[in-house]
């Protein structure tokens, strides 16, 4: 495996669910992402975690639950979803580096639907 | 007003033709410009990569900053029915704690055969 990898591809759910999105990375990068993707709007980051740390949560309600338990996987957990949490949402990577650089790999992504 | 505007098509063009995409933005502490390329129900794919002003050319594909207009272009000559896809730009400041990237709402392509 190569890149940034996701499963599943494609997940239906109901309200009353709990289910998990899982991400890895295979590029040796030290920080991962959550971004939500829905149609005719820009890519809404979710979460980031530099070094296994949380350092960034944009007011993403409680019913998303990140998890990263080293620098290579990246989990969310969803419970309670709505409809309009319907999306398709992104993993990405980055190799943090003092000085800069800040290109993002992102995996296929996960298709979500809430019933 | 939104930090970056992009312009979200359909842009529609014959195959060979030169292609124009671009994003205007507002924040002058932008310094490291981003194209992404996603095809449909596959996650973004880094395109080209530029920081602070000038033009860089990879293949069919030129990126162009002109932070004093602030206005990012991305050129592809001699269009094929492969670039069909939605065009993103991102961009992202100095510093900071995180590595937080702004993306435009992207440009769909469409290049007719």
């Given at each position: 495996e190569t890149g940034v990898t996701q499963t599943p591809r494609h997940l239906v759910m109901g309200m009353t669910n709990k289910k998990s999105l899982k991400c890895e990375q295979h590029l040796g990068?030290?920080?991962?992402?959550?971004?939500?993707?829905?149609?005719k709007k820009p890519l809404e980051l979710m979460f980031v975690y530099n070094f296994k740390e949380q350092t960034e949560n944009n007011s993403v309600p409680s019913r998303f639950s990140p998890e990263c338990p080293n620098s290579s996987h990246l989990f969310l957990h969803l419970h309670t979803l709505q409809p309009e949490d319907s999306a398709l949402y992104l993993c990405a990577s980055s190799l943090e580096l003092a000085g800069g650089r800040y290109e993002q790999y992102f995996g296929p992504g996960t298709r979500l639907t809430v019933t | 007003q939104k930090e970056v505007e992009q312009d979200p098509?359909?842009?529609?063009?014959?195959?060979?033709?030169?292609?124009?995409?671009?994003?205007?933005?507002?924040?002058?502490?932008?310094?490291?410009?981003?194209w992404y390329r996603q095809y449909s129900r596959k996650g973004p794919e880094l395109l080209m990569y530029t920081y602070s002003s000038g033009n860089k050319e990879d293949g069919r594909f030129t990126a162009q900053v002109d932070k004093s207009s602030k206005y990012i272009s991305l050129f592809i000559r001699d269009s094929q029915p492969s670039d069909s896809a939605t065009y993103l730009c991102a961009m992202s400041a100095i510093g900071g704690a995180t590595n937080k990237l702004i993306f435009g709402t992207g440009t769909l392509l469409a290049v007719q055969p």
């Amino acid at each position: 495996e190569t890149g940034v990898t996701q499963t599943p591809r494609h997940l239906v759910m109901g309200m009353t669910n709990k289910k998990s999105l899982k991400c890895e990375q295979h590029l040796g990068h030290n920080a991962m992402y959550w971004y939500k993707q829905s149609a005719k709007k820009p890519l809404e980051l979710m979460f980031v975690y530099n070094f296994k740390e949380q350092t960034e949560n944009n007011s993403v309600p409680s019913r998303f639950s990140p998890e990263c338990p080293n620098s290579s996987h990246l989990f969310l957990h969803l419970h309670t979803l709505q409809p309009e949490d319907s999306a398709l949402y992104l993993c990405a990577s980055s190799l943090e580096l003092a000085g800069g650089r800040y290109e993002q790999y992102f995996g296929p992504g996960t298709r979500l639907t809430v019933t | 007003q939104k930090e970056v505007e992009q312009d979200p098509g359909p842009l529609s063009v014959p195959e060979g033709a030169i292609v124009s995409l671009n994003c205007t933005y507002s924040n002058s502490a932008f310094q490291y410009f981003m194209w992404y390329r996603q095809y449909s129900r596959k996650g973004p794919e880094l395109l080209m990569y530029t920081y602070s002003s000038g033009n860089k050319e990879d293949g069919r594909f030129t990126a162009q900053v002109d932070k004093s207009s602030k206005y990012i272009s991305l050129f592809i000559r001699d269009s094929q029915p492969s670039d069909s896809a939605t065009y993103l730009c991102a961009m992202s400041a100095i510093g900071g704690a995180t590595n937080k990237l702004i993306f435009g709402t992207g440009t769909l392509l469409a290049v007719q055969p």
